[in-house]
């Protein structure tokens, strides 16, 4: 099918960043640039630094353009009217909505009253940060959201059993009306490689006989980095060895990195900025950490055994993600249990780190085996 020929689908997010579902969006345009185009509306005006790889594949990059206005019944009356206008001048069939909120629910409003004929709500988390304020603090407003995205959308995808659950109303889940759409990644991008492992050791400075222990995600609540920090700092007290390398930014970087100095192990741990190479930090790691307080379904964890590393998550965490015998779940209590376990989980040598992106193949998170998922619900 040539290029032109390809069906352009329209994708809505609030923002294009180093985020896990702006990944998982990637690999399925990626697997299905052949039949289909992800052209984007994003509300964010700043920050959307992942919009290039998307360009890269022929998409479209809409910032929406709605001011703001200072009371919140003036400014939404505004907002759905612009949406409206949006939709009216760029028609699509179908409009794929990716979202962990359920502040979506008048895009959908909007997108059906101007005739579009597929409207997909794409579950990417089990939760929000915790809501302090607005309506949505109260469940009886968030259930009636709820309610509503069940109203007007078409299409329930979900990345997770948990994130159906967040999104969507009980008895829609309960029936099974919503459709189970894998994080699907590259498996041969994750095969494990031991001569970048060797470079990139050596570029952090680590010697053969220290365990670098690994985290990759954005510094916020949800990823629970003072936890983390905590249970790395009883771990290295008792074993001299350990190294701590954490990839990412976030709102609470700064007090991440306080806390850091503040426990006195700023010479065992190294932070790096969001990279396009997880694959080969991930290669250089001995064990991957994930203390998250919640999650829909990650895509680091997936990442991380893929390239055969023990992985470890908090028990919060849906049991969907443990595709491969190196993952393992510990209670989100105590710090304790979690250095224990960095202490005594052991390095895996080069066989056991490929064998795993066998066991990735045969869980269907392999990104071919996920985008036919996918293709199915956009048709020819």
Not at 81 to 100: G, S, W
Not at 197 to 207: A, I, K, M, T
Not at 296 to 318: F, K, N, R, V, W
Request: hydrophobic residues 40%; aromatic residues 10%.
């Amino acid at each position: 099918m040539s290029e032109d020929n390809r069906k352009r689908i329209l994708h809505i997010k609030y923002i294009l960043s180093y985020d896990g579902a702006t990944l998982v969006e990637y690999n399925f345009a990626k697997t299905l640039k052949d039949k289909y185009v992800f052209d984007w509306l994003v509300f964010e005006k700043e920050g959307n630094d992942r919009a290039d790889i998307f360009e890269e594949l022929g998409g479209k990059v809409y910032i929406f353009d709605h001011e703001r206005r200072k009371n919140k019944i003036i400014n939404r009356i505004t907002e759905l009217k612009d949406l409206r206008k949006f939709f009216r001048e760029h028609p699509y069939d179908i409009v794929h909505i990716d979202t962990d909120t359920l502040r979506m629910d008048g895009v959908l409003y909007c997108a059906k009253k101007e005739g579009v004929k597929r409207r997909v709500i794409h579950s990417h988390n089990a939760k929000l940060e915790k809501i302090k304020k607005g309506l949505d603090q109260f469940a009886f407003v968030r259930n009636f959201r709820r309610r509503l995205i069940a109203k007007w959308a078409t299409d329930y995808l979900a990345c997770s059993k948990l994130a159906a659950e967040w999104m969507f109303p009980r008895k829609l889940v309960e029936d099974g009306k919503y459709l189970l759409v894998k994080n699907g990644i590259d498996g041969q991008r994750f095969l494990f490689d031991e001569d970048i492992r060797r470079d990139v050791r050596l570029e952090l400075g680590l010697s053969d006989d220290q365990k670098l222990i690994g985290h990759i995600g954005r510094f916020s609540e949800q990823k629970n980095h003072a936890f983390l920090v905590n249970m790395f700092k009883i771990a290295s007290d008792k074993d001299p060895n350990l190294r701590l390398l954490l990839i990412g930014n976030g709102e609470l970087r700064d007090e991440i990195i306080s806390k850091i100095n503040e426990y006195g192990i700023a010479d065992k741990v190294t932070h790096i900025s969001s990279t396009d190479k997880a694959a080969n930090y991930l290669f250089a790691m001995d064990v991957f950490i994930l203390p998250s307080l919640y999650e829909g379904l990650p895509l680091t964890s997936l990442e991380a055994q893929a390239s055969g590393l023990p992985t470890l998550m908090s028990d919060t965490i849906t049991t969907e993600a443990k595709i491969t015998s190196l993952a393992e779940y510990l209670p989100i209590d105590d710090p304790n249990v979690w250095a224990d376990k960095l202490i005594s989980t052991e390095k895996k040598d080069k066989n056991e780190r490929i064998n795993a992106n066998i066991e990735l193949k045969e869980s269907g998170f392999e990104i071919n085996d996920a985008a036919e998922t996918l293709a199915k619900i956009y048709g020819e």
